[in-house]
Nanobody, 122 residues
Framework: QLQLVESGGGLVQPGGSLRLSCAAS????????IGWFRQAPGKEQEGVSC????????HYADSVKGRFTISRDDAKNTVYLLMDNLKPEDTAVYYC???????????????WGQGTKVTVSP
């Protein structure tokens, strides 16, 4: 069974940092483009970042460009999302997926894991 498990969320003050992890089980994510997306209450889904297999190449939504960094460690079967200079508008549940259908608001990621909650508040 293909499964992705997100972790690393929590409560952080504005300007702080968090590193999210996306661990795969049941398959090797080394063969997949991996994407992160987020869902905030009352807002549409937003694709945040993706990382390809070859290169790898990284892509970011405009809302997080310059603040978030995606990386992969295929030996650990894990993809990371380092989030710096967090803002209250980054508050959401963050999910990872073995796909990248698009970035920005209105993305169309499918359902993969349970997500990890990030709250940015003073």
């Amino acid at each position: 069974q293909l499964q992705l498990v997100e972790s690393g969320g929590g409560l952080v003050q504005p300007g702080g940092s968090l590193r999210l992890s996306c661990a795969a089980s049941g398959f090797s994510l080394a063969y997949y483009t991996i994407g992160w997306f987020r869902q905030a209450p009352g807002k549409e889904q937003e694709g945040v970042s993706c990382i390809t297999v070859n290169g790898p190449r990284t892509h970011y939504a405009d809302s997080v460009k310059g603040r978030f960094t995606i990386s992969r460690d295929d030996a650990k079967n894990t993809v990371y999302l380092l989030m710096d200079n967090l803002k209250p508008e980054d508050t959401a549940v963050y999910y990872c997926a073995a796909e990248c259908p698009g970035l920005g608001p209105g993305s169309n990621f499918g359902s993969w894991g349970q997500g990890t909650k990030v709250t940015v508040s003073p």
